[in-house]
């Protein structure tokens, strides 16, 4: 039988728009060059390709799926949660590749002592804003889960930022410190995760990872009419 | 016809939240035959077709395609279905959407696909569904639309060869004239309910044409429809 591969689908059909990956090439290519230029950046380089990240996995699935441009990839061959899959790791790509190449140049510049953008705090933090930012926007238009996300982390510095300041895996309960990874994964970035902020951080993922499965399901479930015939 | 329908359609109806689209359709189709599907704007000829490949649940009743739910066939029999070039993404070159059907071009164009005349969008859709060997069902929603007369020339030749080599074949389309040259039966869908008919019982003698097709349509939905003109 002669399926539609779903990889290849979406190498054809882009998740991402020019514009977003100018902008995320952009992201890397300025943390590379900060990391070259002053060595006591390593610490937030990996921010700014974090921040991107958040929009560029809000790729969304409904809309897409309502206008028919992945009616070809859906009536294919293809079985339903493996082109669900393949449509999350087609969103997170890009910015992982980003995060890996601005991880490399750090390593290349500081041979002999850990890199900071690809330390333990920073792999999780990029693990959680790809799956939830996935996850949040497979029913609604694409960035609308990064925007959503930005706003509950702006807010929440406006509103409690003593509540932010709880880094560093001493200063608060396991779930309040879940919670604030969460809403703000920046605090994670650009060090190890410390034995105390294992749970905390373990929970966060576990959320992701839940947050993830159920978009996969909705996808999965989900029937596609076109927005006309509604 | 004695063999295993390749489409089984029992009792199925359609609704958008509390607005019903439709109730009680049945219908078999086999391997090797053709159904038109015809109605006026609005009566679920899109939903039904999305139906048959698994895009859309249906509220009530069952459908099959194979002994199996939609959903699941797609995944194991080889399964036609374009509904029409505006469901193309737009940003695409027209030529790497056209590999994705059977990995070689269909059309050499490199434009994005929404630069192109809408003709030459609906043939790049159908090309690229069609060109994929040994479908074993065939769904195209309003195929002709927008085609030029050479291009629905080659498209009806090309649903005839398919239905030939044992595709079973769904179509809808407003144009009577072009689903009345192909159709074995004809399922009409009108005032919320559905109609069957087979080929003969249109016009027991001769072919249908779109005349006939017209005619039984006005007279399922109870006289032809009145649309004022406009100065």
């Not at chain 1, 890009?94 to 890199?115: D, R, Y």
């Not at chain 2, 698994?54 to 959903?71: C, K, N, T, W, Y």
């Not at chain 2, 059977?102 to 859709?125: C, F, H, K, N, P």
């Not at chain 2, 004239?177 to 019982?201: M, R």
Request: aromatic letters at 6%.
């Amino acid at each position: 039988m002669n399926r539609i591969a779903a990889l290849r689908f979406f190498l054809v059909v882009s998740l991402h728009s020019r514009l977003m990956l100018v902008a995320l090439v952009a992201v890397g290519a300025v943390a590379a060059i900060g990391l070259l230029l002053d060595p006591m950046v390593r610490e937030r380089a990996a921010t700014p390709v974090v921040f991107a990240q958040m929009l560029a996995a809000s790729t969304g699935f409904a809309v897409r799926a309502r206008r028919g441009h992945l009616d070809l990839l859906l009536t294919g061959g293809q079985p339903r949660v493996e082109a669900a899959v393949a449509h999350l790791a087609m969103s997170i790509a890009p910015g992982v590749a980003v995060w890996l190449v601005v991880g490399a140049v750090e390593a290349a510049g500081h041979i002999g002592s850990p890199s900071a953008t690809l330390a333990g705090g920073s792999a999780a933090a990029m693990l959680l804003v790809s799956a939830l930012a996935w996850a949040a926007t497979v029913p609604f238009p694409p960035l609308s889960g990064g925007i959503a996300w930005i706003l509950v982390t702006v807010t929440a510095t406006a509103v409690a930022p003593a509540w932010l300041d709880l880094t560093g895996g001493s200063g608060g309960a396991p779930f309040s410190s879940g919670a604030l990874y969460v809403v703000c994964p920046f605090v994670l970035v650009g060090r190890p995760v410390l034995p105390a902020e294992l749970p905390a951080v373990l929970g966060a993922l576990a959320l992701a990872a839940a947050a993830v499965a159920a978009a996969l399901a909705w996808i999965t479930r989900a029937d596609v009419a076109l927005e006309a015939s509604q | 016809m004695t063999s295993e329908p390749v489409v089984l359609v029992r009792n199925v109806a359609a609704r958008y939240g509390i607005r019903e689209v439709f109730r009680s359709v049945d219908f078999e189709l086999h391997a090797g035959r053709a159904l038109g599907v015809l109605g006026p704007s609005g009566a679920g000829k899109t939903t039904l077709l999305r139906m048959l490949v698994g895009l859309i649940r249906p509220a009530d009743g069952e459908i099959l395609v194979d002994g199996m739910a939609p959903r699941r066939a797609v995944t194991c029999v080889p399964v036609g279905y374009f509904g029409g070039e505006a469901t193309l993404p737009g940003a695409v070159r027209a030529a790497r959407w056209g590999t994705l059907g059977t990995g070689s071009a269909v059309m050499a164009e490199r434009r994005r696909i929404r630069t192109l005349a809408r003709g030459t969008r609906q043939v790049l859709g159908l090309r690229t569904v069609l060109g994929r060997q040994q479908l074993r069902l065939v769904v195209l929603d309003e195929a002709w639309e927008g085609l030029d007369p050479d291009a629905s020339r080659w498209l009806s030749a090309t649903i005839e060869t398919k239905r030939d080599r044992g595709a079973a074949v769904v179509l809808s389309s407003h144009r009577l004239h072009d689903l009345a040259g192909v159709c074995d039966s004809y399922l009409f869908l009108v005032n919320h309910g559905a109609t069957l008919l087979h080929a003969q019982e249109i016009s027991p003698v001769g072919t249908v044409t779109a005349a006939t097709l017209t005619s039984v349509f006005d007279r399922l939905r109870g006289g032809a429809a009145c649309f004022r003109a406009v100065s």
